[in-house]
């Protein structure tokens, strides 16, 4: 260590690596007082979404789940850490070339934040003030480094030290101006805390969970998916924080005349509370982006008939606040189903990361065509004329729920006790369809029919569950399938979720001892 710390090269890759922190932490405190949105990392990290081929981000999906924005967060400070130890070789040797290449990565960063979804010209400032306290802090570390003509006769070691000293220096500021700026960032406007203030609206008919659910403990699952607990897929790497005394949505486009409302007034209309299963279009066979929720909301067809829709506007492109465009098809929204403006989610206000203070949910359409977040406008127009964002990634254009099946009970790999008492459980949908049988595969035996719970509604999902005898020692396979209340069975042709949603039985293997 100590020996390592006599090579001046080493010495200035650490410069790099620490002006690298200084810079980030110096912006983490500019984006605290411009928008924690623009803090530099979220907004390469947005710029990179972008950038990414639609299909590496489905495999990041597939790999990482709900976890992506995690690695990809990792994966930006990992590519920092590693460009700043090169800067800082490179500043050594020809210390302009080292501030140029620093400042390059500051102007990058000012460019990612200009060319986001719904950006503003004031992102770009923290990304410009972390390059400038990067530079700065370069030239202080690189010129410590270097022994000067006048000292020549000094030993290196002193030059060591005020190496060493101004570089705890800038640990040290890069670490508080990280976490005072981060802190910042949460206390200037903290929309959890709107959120925590503001009542939960009642509604008379609050609809009751089926009478009898099967709840298998642990290992099952329940009928309703708790807030903390339910899926979340977005691009937001930075969830958006709005506050509902400003929000307002604008219903505008091909219609008779525009309606615009607060979230005042959109919560003293006529409330519904509905039971709804909601589901992500990238979910694999047996996957757990799903999730079934008591959403409470406004009618959207109500809204859409005042605003007085034009025939053959068959789309309603709703906006976020971070930009997110999703289309849903108007005709499926105005059929007679529960689609809504949703404030509120299993008995509270809709949770922040679920799209406080309003977003769309629609029965029977994967959420990337219907379930906006955040919502802050909606364009009635049609899908010859726009292209929402997944749309335009080469996802089908309108995104029914397909059926599908799932074993939850018991886990894939399990190991169970031969001639036991057990049972083979889990849930099927087919949202705003409903599901009439639900049916089990073991080894290549007969398909034997589950016993199904009973469902409030045909939107959502339906529990269901199977008596069974463990079979002899070894290795069985046990697969499910079920048939829509059309007499439809689930289809055994396995695909991909690319582009319209995955489908094939769900099939599992348990060890039998
Ligand atoms: N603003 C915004 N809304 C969004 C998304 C998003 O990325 N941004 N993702 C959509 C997708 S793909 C799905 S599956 C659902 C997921 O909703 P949840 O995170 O509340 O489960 O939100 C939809 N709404
Ligand atoms: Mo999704």
Redesign the pocket.
Known sequence: MVRLLRSPRLLAALAGLLSAAVAVGIGEVIAGLVRPAASPVIVVGNRMILLTPESVRRWAISVFGTNDKHALLTGIYVAIGLASLGIGALAYRRLAAGLVALGLFGGFGAYCALTTHAHRGSDAVPSIAAGVAGIGCLAVLIRSLRPRPAEAGVPSGVRRRSFLQAGAFAAALAAFSGLFGRNLQRTRYDASAARAAIPVPSVSTSPAAPAATYDLGKSGIPFVIPNDS???????LSI?QLNPKTWNLRIHGLVEREITFTYDQLRSRPLIERWIT?????NDVGGD?I?NARFLGVRLADLLEEAGVHPGADQLLAT???G?T?GSPTAVVMDGRDAMLAIGMNGELLPV???FPV??VVPGL???V??????TDLEVTTFARQSA??VAEGWAQRGPVLLESRIDFPRSSASLAAGSRAAIAGVAWDQHVGVSKVEVQVDNGQWQQADLAPVPSTDTWRQWVLPWTVPPVGVHTLRVRATDAKGVVQTDHSTQPFPSGATGWHTISVRSR
């Open positions: 339910f899926y979340r897929i977005d691009t937001a958006p909601l589901a992500c279009v990238s982006l999730g976020s606040a971070d997110m999703i990361a679920h799209g977003r769309m994967y959420g990337y219907s379930a906006c977040k955040w919502i964002y997944w």
